[in-house]
Every structure is written in C-alpha cells, then in structure tokens.
C-alpha cells in the first residue's frame, strides 16, 4: 500500500514537472524594462550615453525567458548605435539630446536576441546627454603594397572614403597628431579593379569618427607607346632666338589598352622656357609638357636633356 503511495505521488511530482517545462516553453506577451545605453557619432561630442529613462515596452518571449528577467537583481542593459541623423538636440537644453522611440524599434528588436520578439515600444522618447569633447580633422593616410600582374597598373590615384576622420583626445594628444594611417594591406598581382575595407589604426589615448575606410583600386590592362614629338622654346625675348638641339625627341609611355589608339603624337606638346634655359650652369635643361593626354603614365624623353644655342636677329 505504502509503495503504491510512493509510486502516485511520484508519478504527481513527474506531471508537474512536466506541465511547469511544457508551460514555460509556450509564448506569452508581457511587459519589460530595461536599462538603455545609446552609442552615437555627433561630431565633436562624446559618443555614448545612458538613457535618462529606462526603456518601457512590450514583448512576446517564452516563459523561462519571462521568469529569468523577473527574477534577477539587475537587468542586463540594451545597447544601440544610432546615427546622428536621428539624434536630435534639445533647443533651449546644452548637451541635451533625444531620439524618438519609432525609429529605433528594429534596433531594439535586433539587440534583444531571438528568444524575444518586440511588439511595441511604451516609450516614446529616449533622452540622452552627449557633452561637447575636444577633436580634430585629420587626413587619412593609406598607402598599401600593390603588385600587379604583367601589363596591368593604374593610372588614376586610390580612392578612399572617407579620406579624413575626426580624432577625439585630450588637447595634449591631439597637437601629436597629424594624420591616421590604415593598417598593413597587401594587394598582390592585381589584373583588375580592387575595393575592399581597411582598418585604421586608433592612435593612444583617442577616440575616432570612423574606425575603417572603403577603398578603390582602379588597375587597368597598359601598352606601351613611343612618338617623336618637336620641342618649341618660350618666352623668347624680341630679337633673340634659342635654337633647340635637338629639336625634337622620343616620348615613351604608358597609357590604357582602350585608349592606345585616340592618343596622337599632336596630343603632346614640349616646351623649353627661356628663362630657365638661361639660370642653368651646363646650358642644357629638360624639356616639359605644356600639353599631354591626361591618361598616361611612366613618361620617359629620349633624349632627356637639350642643349641650345642663343642668335640675335636684325
């Protein structure tokens, strides 16, 4: 009779057990509060900032979800990263900001995990301080290792975005910098165009506006090209004539497989100024283009120097 007892009442402690997991594993909708901080890229202030109001809504979550943030001490807080777009300032309040709940219900959705799923945000607006900081403009300095496979190169400088960011520090800090560079890239034999992201490095005791860069190789297919191209003398005084020897040369070139064949040797023009003819000690100077395709690259002149003779005219 005892063991039949035993045996009920286990069987009783086993269907509870069994009803509580099966009712906590089912949805229910219910209410939430949590902590928010809100991370954000105002330009000259600071970039975080605690809610002064905790963040009021309404959630569907399994029960064990529910119970677990009933029963601890302190709630975990939400952490956002908003953008300044939506940050807005407090007219008659410095340092005071606010966003307004309805444009940051995705990211409050996204940073509460998949065990809850939001259904609406209680509270309406979130207020924030972000206070002015000491910063600075500097230029970005990328410079990777770029190798290119056989008769490709670029012709056109690497692009970067954005090319200069806002360094936040202490004054101290900021007088030492002058620039921020991106980490060590290698971009091996390239034979076509490149993009990618590069990371930048955040100097000592600072703070940046952006921690990376998009970049933009553009690497092209080359031929090379050779003209014989006249070199004229300028300002010439009147009556003076500077005779040219030689009087034309061989420019050599690089330029896009595409374009070979728009360039003409009329699209160059060399010029040896007189003035600068006359400061040089030998007597011989290089010449320079007045006027070039826009697209070329490695030009060489053969030969590189003139040398000239100066006559008088009656």
Not at 37 to 43: K, P, Q, Y
Not at 99 to 128: C, K, M, P, S
Not at 220 to 241: H, M
Request: glycine residues 2%; aromatic residues 12%; proline residues 5%.
């Amino acid at each position: 009779m005892k063991r039949s007892r035993l045996v009920l009442v286990l069987c009783i402690v086993i269907a509870f057990v069994l009803w509580v997991v099966y009712t906590l594993s089912n949805e229910y909708s219910s209410y939430f509060r949590f902590p928010l901080e809100v991370e954000t890229n105002l330009d000259g202030r600071t970039h975080l900032s605690q809610a002064d109001n905790t963040l009021f809504l309404r959630g569907t979550a399994r029960g064990f979800y529910i119970i677990r943030h009933t029963w601890r001490r302190k709630v975990p807080q939400i952490h956002l990263f908003v953008d300044k777009s939506q940050v807005r300032p407090y007219l008659d309040r410095e340092d005071e900001f606010y966003v307004l709940a309805d444009n940051v219900h995705n990211l409050v959705n996204d940073a509460l995990g998949t065990e809850f799923q939001l259904e609406e945000l209680l509270t309406d607006t979130i207020r924030l301080e972000y206070k002015a900081t000491n910063y600075k403009k500097v230029p970005v300095r990328f410079a990777p290792d770029l190798s290119y496979s056989p008769q490709y190169m670029t012709f056109e400088p690497l692009r970067i975005h954005p090319d200069s960011v806002l360094v936040y520090a202490e004054e101290s800090y900021l007088d030492l910098i002058k620039e921020v560079r991106t980490r060590r890239l290698s971009l091996n034999h390239l034979d076509k165009t490149v993009e990618g992201i590069a990371r930048l490095e955040v100097p000592a005791n600072t703070r940046l506006s952006h921690t990376e860069i998009n970049y933009e190789v553009l690497v092209k297919r080359y031929v090379e090209l050779s003209f014989q191209v006249p070199v004229t003398a300028i300002n010439v005084p009147p009556r003076v004539e500077l005779l040219l020897l030689p009087d034309q040369v061989t420019v050599r070139f690089r330029c896009p497989f595409e374009e070979a064949v728009r360039i003409q040797a009329e699209d160059f023009v060399l010029v040896v100024d007189y003035k600068e003819f006359m400061a040089t000690e030998s007597g011989k100077t290089v010449p320079v283009f007045q006027q070039s395709p826009g697209t070329i690259s490695h030009t060489e002149l053969t030969p590189r120097f003139v040398d000239g003779i100066i006559q008088s005219r009656y």
